[in-house]
């Protein structure tokens, strides 16, 4: 079997999320999001350094970067690359979201890959995106932290992923390993909740809050 349909893939996928797209949408409005807010380069700093409008495109653009690699594998392109196995799509959709979390246009450091891994849990099980989504939209509308949203949606998509994907191992693994690696990058964010100086997020865009 041909290597070249999966080295495609995987480096189409790493280049796709490897797009700063937040930190761009903040350098074409002159501010660099890293110098502000909490210093992520992520869509919910975007949100807080730029506005509602901002932050929402940001928040797209980051998804989508994330779901069509995964969309491709899936599907394959025609005269490029045929369609994938559950096995290399599944390693596509991780290169994807390491191309956000370690973007080389940034030095290798980006944001923390929830936007990202969000696109591409949509096209790998939205049954399992769907039970993230419903513990983000809780747990946020509760306590108003983005940090802990995303921290409980990355727990609750590993049962659910169990649950709803019963027969596929690669997309069982790789949705356990994104929960990881979303977790693992609010360590700081955890921290400061646990001391109480993490920041709450205003739905109207307050730099301040969030």
């Not at 990881?180 to 955890?190: D, E, G, P």
Request: net charge positive; aromatic share 10%; proline share 5%.
């Amino acid at each position: 079997m041909s290597l070249w349909p999966a080295i495609f893939y995987v480096v189409a996928a790493f280049l796709s999320g490897s797009i700063p797209w937040s930190w761009l949408l903040g350098k074409f409005r002159g501010i660099d999001i890293r110098n502000e807010g909490s210093g992520n380069a992520g869509a919910t700093n975007l949100f807080r350094v730029c506005g509602r409008g901002a932050g929402l495109t940001g928040l797209f653009l980051d998804t989508l970067k994330g779901a069509l690699p995964v969309l491709a594998a899936k599907y394959g392109i025609t005269g490029i690359a045929p369609p994938a196995g559950d096995w290399i799509m599944a390693v596509t959709a991780i290169f994807a979201v390491i191309g956000h979390v370690f973007s080389p246009w940034l030095g290798f450091k980006g944001g923390k890959g929830v936007a990202t891994a969000l696109g591409v849990l949509v096209v790998l099980s939205p049954l399992t995106v769907a039970s993230g989504l419903v513990a983000f939209a809780l747990v946020l509308s509760t306590t108003r932290y983005v940090s802990l949203g995303s921290i409980s949606a990355a727990v609750a998509v590993i049962p659910s992923v169990f649950i709803f994907e019963p027969d596929k191992l690669p997309v069982q693994m790789i949705i356990c390993l994104l929960a990881v690696l979303v977790m693992a990058r609010h360590k700081s964010n955890i921290v400061k909740l646990l001391r109480g100086k993490e920041n709450r997020f205003s739905f109207h865009g307050d730099k301040n809050a969030g």
